[in-house]
């Protein structure tokens, strides 16, 4: 529904259309694309998502260690994020990575600035994050037959063990069978 004026001659969606559009963008925004669903992510990560604060960084550096707060630490709620698929999110969840609160923490403190502690911790995030979204690739039809003989052969060698244990035992005892 497009509303339009006499007298300036604009014309501009009504309230019901900006609605529409908004919560399009937003099912967009919230849906993965076919490449962030292969990696199990969404990058970049959206702004606004994880908190980052900083603090005192610990070791050597002299004055400057004392005099700014160099150290970053991530702090990311892997339950309320909808950027990272469920199947990496259930990984993170059945890993020990996560504090009481349902957070993953990502620090570092590798650099005398905080510019390059926030790249570091964002980058130790995406490694993380590629770790957990990891899916092997599909076993080829010979790759299946070759693991299915091998099996066979295993079976094969277990029972040649029990028939040979059960020999030498009649062997030692003859009462027992």
């Known amino acids: ?41 969404i990058y970049p990560f959206p702004k606004g998502v994880y908190q980052i604060t ?52 990502v620090t570092s403190q590798i650099s005398r600035n905080q510019i390059d502690n926030k790249k570091d911790c964002l980058q130790k995030l995406q490694r993380l994050l590629d770790e957990h979204s990891f899916v092997p690739p599909e076993s080829s039809p010979q790759e299946l037959a070759e693991k299915a003989r091998l099996a066979k052969i295993r079976k094969e060698r277990q029972k ?4 040979t244990n059960k020999y030498k035992l009649n062997r030692d005892n003859p009462f027992v069978r």
């Open 1 to 41: 529904a497009v509303v339009s004026t006499q007298s300036t001659g604009l014309s501009f969606p009504t309230n019901f259309r900006i609605l529409e559009l908004v919560s399009h963008q937003c099912r967009r925004l919230l849906s993965l694309s076919a490449n962030d669903e292969r990696r199990g992510y």
């Open 54 to 105: 900083d603090m005192k960084s610990s070791g050597p550096g002299g004055q400057n260690l004392n005099r700014r707060n160099t150290k970053i630490a991530l702090r990311l709620k892997v339950t309320g994020v909808y950027w990272i698929s469920e199947r990496t999110r259930a990984s993170i969840m059945n890993s020990n990575l996560l504090d009481k609160r349902g957070s993953l923490t």
């Open 160 to 163: 040649k063990k029990e028939r």
